[in-house]
């Protein structure tokens, strides 16, 4: 399984960037996508996940302002960011899930300057 994300970048507080994930190779039909992030010196966070059947999960830190979506048929996540804050600065990384262990994406960079 291989994902390449992209859409990261450097955006003013207040402002919005989308990401997107595409995954392909061997997949299986019931999965979950999701992301998680890192900002620097701290552990990686979890943010978003949605399952195949559309099930959303979200952050405390981000509900309301990220959302989740897929596009089953382009095998492809997105990740909506909207009102952002400096402390969404992180690596973003997307990640698929099914019966085995997660698959990650080589990560972007998303920075939100004050």
């Known amino acids: 399984v291989q994902l390449v994300e992209s859409g990261g970048g450097l955006v003013q507080a207040g402002g919005s960037l989308r990401l997107s994930c595409t995954v392909s190779?061997?997949?299986?039909?019931?999965?979950?996508m999701g992301w998680d992030r890192q900002a620097p010196g701290k552990r990686r966070e979890p943010v978003a996940t949605?399952?195949?059947?559309?099930?959303?999960d979200y952050s405390d830190s981000v509900k309301g302002r990220f959302t989740i979506s897929r596009d089953n048929a382009k095998d492809t996540v997105y990740l909506q960011m909207n009102n952002l804050k400096p402390e969404d600065t992180a690596v973003y990384y997307c990640?698929?899930?099914?019966?085995?262990?997660?698959?990650w994406g080589q990560g972007t960079q998303v920075t939100v300057s004050s």
């Open positions: 190779g061997s997949i299986f039909r019931s999965n979950a």
């Open positions: 990640y698929y899930s099914d019966y085995g262990p997660r698959s």
């Open positions: 949605i399952a195949s059947s559309g099930i959303t």
